[in-house]
Each structure stands twice: as C-alpha cells, then as structure tokens.
C-alpha cells in the first residue's frame, strides 16, 4: 500500500514538472513499470472532434506499427466503450470475439490489460499494458492496481494537455508575430526608397528577437539554439551553470563543439538527430522517443564530462521552423535527473530486498482480498497447507478455520482494532489434518482508508506444541518426584531430629548433673557424646532446609506456590528478619548488623513470609561469607520502587560469578577451601520470590572488597484513577488554577514523546516539561520512535522535520495512517515552515524554532486538555463551595460539566453512564473501597479518573 501512495505522489509530482504529454507519458510508464511488468505500454486518447483515436505514446517489443485510427473493435474501443477496465486473456479475447465485440488488429498476446482514463464523467483515453510472454501474467492484483492509479493519471495527462494547449495558444502568436516580422521585412525589401520604414522593421526585428533570448533566459532548464548550419545561436543561463561554458564561449560555434561540456569531445547529440531516421536513435541514446505530431525527439542518457562528475539527463529536441515551413534551426532543453535515476535504482533494490525476504522468510506469508481469497504468497505457504500456487489462488482463506465462531471473533477484531497479533487457532492442510498455529493478521488499506484486504504471518505451533507437552511432562514427573523424596525424608528427619532435641535435653539436664566420676576418660566420654548430639540436631536442621528449598523451588517452577499478597511495610520484613538471625550477629564477636532505613517509605504489594525468607536468606548468606567486620542493610525510596541492599566486609565475589551465584545448585569460590555449606538453592529462590513481586536481583562486589545484594519492589499505590485532594487546600488551589490558569493535575504526569536528532534540544525540552509535571520519552532517530510510540502510546508528540533517516512529514504520515497512534497530537517544531502540509497530513499544532518555552507548555497544555475528558460528573452535596468552584474551573479549561445529587443511586448511575471523570466528596468511610473495587473488576474502564475530596490535608498529599 505505501508503494501504491508512493505511485500517486510520483504521478501528481510529474503532472507539475513535466512540460509536454510525452515526458508525462514516459514518467507513467516508469511508475507502473515500478509496480508491475509493465515493458510494453502504450496510452491512447479520443479526440472527440475528429472522431479519431491517437496513439499518443507506444512503447511495445512486437506491434511497432501501431498508428491513429478512426474507433473500430479493437480492445482499445471496448474500453472506451465500456468505460471498466479489462483483463483480456487470450480466453477472454476469444469469447468476445465470438461475441462479435472484438476484432483481432495487431499482434495477438498472452494477457491484455485495459483501463479508461475517465475525466468528468468521460472516457478520453484507454491505459494498456501487455505481456507476449506466459512467464508474464497479470491478474486481479495487476487489475487493481492500475485502476487504482488510472484517475490520477487522467488527471495528469488533462493538466499537462491543457497546459500544452495554452502553449501553443502562445506558440501561434509569436508566429503571427514572426509572420508580421516577415512581411515587414518584405516590405521593406521591395520599398528600399522608404529608409524610415525599413528602420522601423530592423528596430521591429531585433526587438522580436531580444524578447525570444530574454524568454529563453529565464526558462529554468537549460536550453541552446543552433541554427541550420549547426552553429550555436542562443545558449541561455541555465546551460551555463550546468556546464560551466557562458555564452560568450559558446555562441557561434559549430561542428558539434556544444558536445563536449557533456561528453568530452564534439559529437552528434540529440538535437543533431531531429529529423534523422527512426533507427539512429537507439544507437545514440539509452531512451529514445518521438512526438510525431510536432516532430519533437525525447531522450534520456548518462553524460560523464560534466562538472562535478557524471550526470543522467533528460532531453527534448525540436525543428525551429519560419512562416513557410521551412527548417531554420533546432532547439534543445535538458533537465537533471541524476536524482531521480538514485531514487529509482534505490526503490528497485528496496523491491528485491522486501521480495526476497518475502519469499525466504521461513513463515508462511499470505494476502487475501476482502472476501478472503487468497492473492498473493510465499513459498512456505504452498509447503506448509500442502497445496500448489494453481491450488491456492482465489481460494478461500475462511475455509482453513475448523471453527468458524473462532474466525468470527478474528474477523471481528480485526475490522475494530486493524490488526491482531499473536492469535493463536488451528487451520486445515489439503490433507485434511489441522495444525495449530500463531497468526498475526493486519488489514490492508488505499489511500481513501477503504479496505482492500489484509496480510498474515503464520507460524507453524505443532512441533513447539509436542516439546512444551513434553517438557511440562517432564517438569511435572520432576517436581512430583522431588516432592515425594522431600515429603518421604522430612518423617524420619522429623524423628530425628525431634528425638535428637528431647535426648540433648535430657542429657543436659538429667544424666550429665547425675554423672559423678573422677575417670578423665568418662568426662571425655561424656563431653563428646553432648557434641555429637549437637552435631546430629544441627546437621538434621540444615537436611531440612534444604529439603525445604527444594521443595519450594519445584513448587515456584511448577507454579504451584501460593501467595498472600497483602499491603506491607518493607521496614517490618527488614526488622522482623534481623530479629530472627540475632545470634548471627554479636559485635563481641567481631561481626555487627547495622540497619539505615530512610524515612517516607511507601508500602509494597507483598508475600510477608516469603519476602522474610529472602531477607533471611542475604543476612546469613552474608554473614557466612563475613569472618568479621559488619553487614549493613540499606533501604530507601525510588521513584515508584523501594531499593534494599545487603551490604558486607566479606571475601566479595568474582565479577565474572556476579550473575552465576543465582543459578540453581551454584555456589561460587574454591569448591575444595572457601566454600560454606550450603544447598545453592537460597539466590535462586530469592530471585524467583522477587521477581514474582514485579522486582529485579542483582549482586556487585570484586574480591577482597565485600559484595553487595539488592533487589527492588515496586510501591504499591491505588489505581491512579484516584486522587486525594484536601478539600481546604483544594478550593485555595481551585481557586488559583481559575486565576491563573495554570496546568490541572489531570494533565500533569501525562506522557509526552519527543523526536529530534539533535541531544541538546531533546534535554532542553525535558527539563521544560518535567519542571511542569510531565513524563518524557524520546528517541533521536525517526525509525526508532515510530517503534518505541506504537508500543508506549504517549499522550502528545513533539517531533523535528529534518531527520537523519526519515523526515518528520514521513513521520507524522506513518503515524496518523495507524488506528493505534492517528489520535495522538503533534507539535511539529522545526526551523523549517510548511504549515499547509502538516495541516493537509493532520497535525495539531506547528511551531518554530527557536524555541520558547512557555509558548510551547501553553499549546502541550492545549491539546492535552482538549483531548483530556469529554465528559466530567461532579458527584457533590452541593452544600460546599469547593464543588461550584472546580465545576468553574472545568468549565474555563473546556471540559463539559454535569452536576448530580451526591446519593449512592446517583452515583452508581454516573459510573454506569461512562463518566471520564468524577470528583466526590466521601459519603463515608467506604466510598474510597468502593471505587477501587469497581476499577479492579472492570467496571469502570481505565480512562476514568476519580478526584476524592477529603478533610485530611495529608491524605491529600498521597494517593493510596
């Protein structure tokens, strides 16, 4: 589709450049040719006053011959006749010749392709393609596509027609001047008595002609004259500043000396071939062509002579003639298409590059038309339904669903959202078998927004199907037996370890006071079966936490953890778990625990236990590796995050281990000496417990110099839907906001994406916004923030023209085509001034650089707020004065206001009707819960936004 916007562009830009029909002619066919083969073209035109048919370009590889006609039932008429295009294979010409609506004239083909170039309701000329070849075959796309095109090119071809009508209008009035020249001339000839006539005429004369070479000095092309003897008459301005060569070196020169600023050495050109035979011009020039009518040559070629190096240009040559017809000289006018010769050798390779990933992507790819028929696909798409191309073609894409209510909802999503991603369903192979699939399905669109198909990418899931099953299988034996050996351990350990504890008591208290002996040998008997005790109760408490860590990290694994997620401090979980490991930690020692908790906490969504088991976990991971020094543990506040570090004096950690130590079963240091005992199951765990918090892990440190843990959790707020105001300092700054007419909350912290290749400016425009409240992102490429804006969907977008890779028009372009991102304002700001084309492509808003900032703030305010809420309910008593205040306010900024009883009915119903904003005073306690229960189930969507008047001016500092 963008290369089909592309074509319209090229064709309307041609319209404009292109002085004469043929060199129009020549631009269409190099854009068709662009979008489909297209090698042999030609376009006729009705003239309706002589009730002829001209063949006013042709370029064909067999029927050179093709000549103007009176209508007859040629392929050309029924088009014209008909007024629809048409795709005439050899069996479609068969049956309307039999049909006796067709004649055979010129040489048969394997596919015709017609379409009318209807202006004002008639058909004035007939677009024809043609392929000789079955290697070459058009279709329904190839139909498409040039009706597509074909009213932007009866447009062109009627605005150049006109043009060269008004030019000949003018052409005749010089020749009536050139004639009355002429006659005066002759006059003064015969009346050689007369002096003062003939004075008059040469006066006459060279003013004719000082008028030709002023004319022929402001044409913008370059141009030259040379007479009939082939020496240079006029060499305008134009010619000078592309070859070098002024005028006053040029003019009387001859022997094709005008050649060598462009080739190097004197040599026939194209205006030396004006009136030659028809074969000397493909011996000369690359691309070659003559208007008949007014014996005018049109050429294209690559000169290498010319300053600054090598250039491809376009040529027309014409015959100058006098009053009786007869050759007086010739002209010759060049333009510089180098750029537009890049541009086409750019777009051929970006055409190879997209087909050959088309074609190699290891997916099928497939475009099927608004009815679903398929019309164009790869390779894999054959292969994987097993059908071949004659098999697939108009084939109906709805019949590989099996279940059609499926395909419903596909459908249904599609034509509201434009595209569906990762859709995962089941289609039918030609043999019959169903494999499961992932779709990603987007539509296709023209230029009006009309629906003219949709692209899939599938992916075959049957063998990823059969490995996951698999590997769930295999996951779920390992966890069921790493559960049964746990469970079957943990009753004898259970024993054990019980029995352990009730002897050592015993024997402590019992049999060791009623031992009496003076034997050294039974004193030492006896110490050493209290150690062994000892040793047996310790080594059983580590054999269950271990058995403990591998029963929880099968359970995190198979998902079978279960969580209490409840509001907490991560103060207590810190204090709580230093408590517990109290005996770690003795500054006598020579090993202290220290705690830096920072104030202003906010509270977490968290497991209490299972986040006390990590900080217990990097406590006495720490305190192992510490010999002496001390541990610290640091927690302070982030921006929406709370930050915990473990900080130790211990052996520290190898860099390349940093990542390592949370691995399953690892343990990081010299396995033989350094090592701790331990499962190497305690990093993993905590990682896994963090990371289910919504948090990250992380370890730093180098050897010799200690290691620090951190992890962060994300701060548990209220939806922010809702916001606590104090409702004494709510109506001071109500009242502010209405005197001064600043920004309103519900604009502040709203996202604003910024696109500029320049650094500077970027972190200028930062500090401006964030100084007022709003978030910035922003990117210094235009392919980068196209990707970053349909994934993050800011609320504005201010972006630059001038890019290094694509200009910001493209940009805002690409943008405002997408449903996903065409609501999003744009602030262009850019040195450069094209207002009527950022108003034509939809932006909202254009300013000039240099920039000021409170200009810029005043219309990022504007549009935010016209976009903000449609639709806001005050739900008050309407006995405070806060109430009418804000609804003044709302009223000043643009928003619409209804005020409502503040009775539960009442407010139900105002969260029913769809509210994008509810300011309420509490009717009590709960009002608070009942908002955010009706957020959480759904019922009210995300755009709402709740404003809670309170009486606590701290609970109107905070949202909950």
Not at 322 to 344: L, P, Y
Request: aromatic share 6%; with cysteine.
């Amino acid at each position: 589709m963008e290369k089909l916007l592309n074509s319209l562009y090229q064709i309307s830009e041609a319209a404009h450049t292109a002085k004469r029909l043929p060199a129009l002619f020549e631009a269409i066919h190099g854009i068709v040719n662009e979008l489909m083969p297209a090698k042999n073209l030609y376009i006729a035109r009705y003239d309706e006053k002589t009730d002829r048919i001209c063949f006013s370009y042709s370029v064909d590889e067999y029927d050179t011959n093709r000549v103007d006609r009176k209508p007859a039932r040629g392929l050309t008429e029924y088009v014209l006749r008909t007024k629809k295009p048409l795709l005439a294979s050899k069996k479609v010409f068969a049956e309307l010749v039999a049909s006796n609506e067709l004649e055979l004239m010129g040489e048969p083909t394997v596919d015709w392709l017609g379409v009318p170039l209807i202006t004002k309701g008639k058909a004035v000329g007939v677009l024809a393609v043609l392929t000789y070849s079955e290697s070459v075959r058009y279709g329904d796309e190839e139909k498409n596509i040039l009706t597509f095109v074909s009213e932007q090119i009866a447009m062109a071809i009627e605005r150049v027609q006109s043009e060269e009508e008004l030019r000949r209008h003018r052409d005749h009035l010089e020749e009536l001047v050139r004639e009355r020249t002429e006659a005066l001339a002759s006059t003064t000839e015969t009346l050689k008595v007369e002096i003062t006539g003939r004075e008059k005429a040469e006066a006459a004369l060279k003013e004719s002609e000082q008028k030709f070479h002023d004319l022929l000095n402001i044409l913008p092309d370059p141009a030259f004259i040379i007479d009939i003897t082939g020496k240079v008459i006029a060499w305008n301005r134009a010619i000078e500043q592309l070859t070098g060569v002024s005028a006053g070196e040029m003019l009387g020169r001859g022997d094709h000396e005008y050649a060598v600023p462009f080739y190097g050495d004197p040599r026939p050109i194209l205006i030396d071939l004006v009136g030659q035979d028809d074969g000397e011009f493909e011996k000369r020039y690359a691309m070659i062509c003559k208007d008949p009518e007014n014996k005018t040559l049109i050429g294209e070629n690559y000169t290498p002579a010319l300053p600054g190096g090598g250039r491809y240009l376009y040529a027309t040559a014409g015959v100058l003639q006098d009053a009786q017809g007869r050759a007086i000289g010739a002209i010759e006018v060049i333009r510089d298409i180098s750029d537009r010769k890049r541009m086409e050798e750019e777009l051929r390779r970006a055409k190879e590059y997209l087909e050959n990933v088309f074609e190699s992507s290891a997916d099928p790819i497939a475009m099927v038309d608004t009815q679903g028929r398929f019309v164009k696909w790869n390779r894999m798409t054959e292969i994987f339904f097993g059908w071949e191309s004659k098999d697939l073609y108009l084939k109906s894409a709805f019949e590989l669903y099996p279940d059609q209510q499926q395909l419903r909802d596909l459908l249904n999503r599609l034509r509201s959202e434009g595209a569906v991603r990762r859709h995962e369903t089941r289609l039918f192979r030609s043999d019959g078998t169903i494999r499961p699939v992932e779709m990603s399905v987007s539509l296709l669109k023209d230029s009006q927004g009309k629906t003219i198909g949709s692209v899939a990418v599938v992916r075959d899931l049957s063998e990823l199907k059969k490995a996951m099953i698999k590997v769930q299988e295999s996951e779920r034996l390992k966890t069921d037996f790493l559960s049964t050996v746990s469970h079957e351990l943990r009753t004898p350990l259970t024993s054990v370890v019980g029995f352990a504890k009730i002897i050592r008591k015993r024997y402590k208290n019992i049999l060791l006071e009623n031992i009496r002996t003076d034997s050294p040998q039974v004193e030492r008997a006896a110490k050493q079966v209290g150690e062994n005790i000892d040793i047996i109760i310790s080594e059983g408490e580590r054999l269950t936490a271990l058995i403990n860590d591998v029963l929880d990290i099968a359970k995190i694994e198979a998902g079978r953890m279960e969580w209490q997620m409840v509001p907490l401090s991560v103060e207590d979980v810190v204090r709580k778990a230093a408590a517990s490991l109290t005996p770690l930690f003795d500054e006598r020692k020579g090993l202290a625990l220290h705690l830096e908790i920072e104030e202003g906490l906010p509270l977490v969504q968290g497991d209490r236990g299972r986040l006390i088991q990590v900080m217990t976990n990097l406590f006495s991971n720490a305190a192992k590796f510490t010999p002496s020094g001390a541990v610290t543990c640091r927690v302070r506040p982030e921006r929406r995050s709370v930050t915990v570090s473990v900080e130790d004096t211990g052996i520290g950690i190898q860099e390349a281990d940093l990542e390592r130590v949370f691995d399953k079963f690892k343990q990081v240091g010299d396995t033989l000496t350094d090592k701790p005992k331990g499962t190497g199951l305690g990093l993993p765990i905590c990682r896994e417990i963090v990371e289910h918090h919504g948090g990250r892990i992380w370890a730093e440190g180098k050897p010799g110099s200690g290691s620090i843990f951190s992890f962060t959790l994300p701060s548990h707020e209220a939806p922010e839907q809702i916001i606590f105001m104090d409702l004494n300092a709510a109506t001071a700054q109500m009242k502010k906001w209405s005197a001064t007419g600043e920004t309103l909350p519900l604009q502040q912290g709203r996202t604003v994406f910024i696109l500029d290749d320049d650094p500077n400016i970027r972190e200028l425009i930062r500090q401006v916004l964030e100084g007022k409240s709003y978030r910035v992102a922003e990117a210094g490429d235009a392919k980068t923030a196209i990707r970053r804006i349909k994934k993050q969907l800011p609320d504005l977008i201010i972006l630059d023209l001038k890019m290094p890779d694509i200009n910001g028009f493209d940009v805002t372009a690409v943008l405002k085509s997408d449903p996903g991102t065409r609501h999003i304002p744009i602030i262009i700001l850019s040195v450069l001034s094209d207002r009527k084309r950022a108003a034509d492509l939809g932006v909202e808003s254009y300013l000039n650089k240099p920039l000021d900032p409170d200009v810029l703030l005043a219309e990022v305010d504007r549009l935010l707020v016209q976009r903000a809420f449609q639709n806001n309910i005050l739900v008050g008593d309407g006995s405070n004065g806060t109430i009418h205040i804000l609804g003044d306010v709302l009223d000043a900024h643009g928003y619409r206001v209804e005020r409502i009883d503040s009775t539960p009915q009442a407010f139900r119903a105002a969260v029913r009707a769809g509210a994008d904003m509810i300011v309420v005073q509490p009717l009590d306690q709960n009002t608070p819960k009942i908002l955010m229960r009706l957020i959480r189930e759904g019922i009210v969507a995300e755009s709402v936004r709740f404003i809670v008047l309170t009486e606590n001016r701290e609970a109107g500092e905070n949202r909950v």
